[in-house]
Nanobody, 128 residues
Framework: QGQLVESGGGSVQAGGSLRLSCAAS?????????IGWFRRAPGKEREAVGG????????YYDDSVKGRFTISRDNAKSTLYLQMSSLEPEDTAMYYC????????????????????WGQGTQVAVSS
């Protein structure tokens, strides 16, 4: 079974920053093709934030966070990071990381159904 653990959430004021971490088990990291970040705000649908092709290292971002969020990873720690800057109240949500254990076209990185393993989430609250 895949194992992913998110951390780093919290409460910040608008304009602030947070760094989320997604620690994957070695087995999950080894068999993943993509690891993505998703979020769900109260009363809203789950949406993709960003993701990375773990084989090529190419990151992908939703337009709503481009220029504000950055994905990086520490392969030695099997950990993916989501650096979030210039946070807005609209970024308030539960953030999840997810891993896909099969290959798919990169254009589908935002499709949550492609991901087999999910973490428990970490809450981000941005106040105005």
């Amino acid at each position: 079974q895949g194992q992913l653990v998110e951390s780093g959430g919290g409460s910040v004021q608008a304009g602030g920053s947070l760094r989320l971490s997604c620690a994957a088990s070695a087995a999950t990291a080894g068999r993943s093709y993509f690891i993505g970040w998703f979020r769900r705000a109260p009363g809203k649908e789950r949406e993709a934030v960003g993701g990375v092709n773990t084989r090529t290292g190419v990151p992908y971002y939703d337009d709503s966070v481009k220029g504000r969020f950055t994905i990086s990873r520490d392969n030695a720690k099997s950990t993916l990071y989501l650096q979030m800057s210039s946070l807005e109240p609209e970024d308030t949500a539960m953030y999840y990381c997810a891993a896909a254990d099969r290959s798919f076209f990169s254009t589908s990185w935002h499709d949550w159904s492609q991901y087999s393993y999910w973490g428990q989430g970490t809450q981000v609250a941005v106040s105005s």
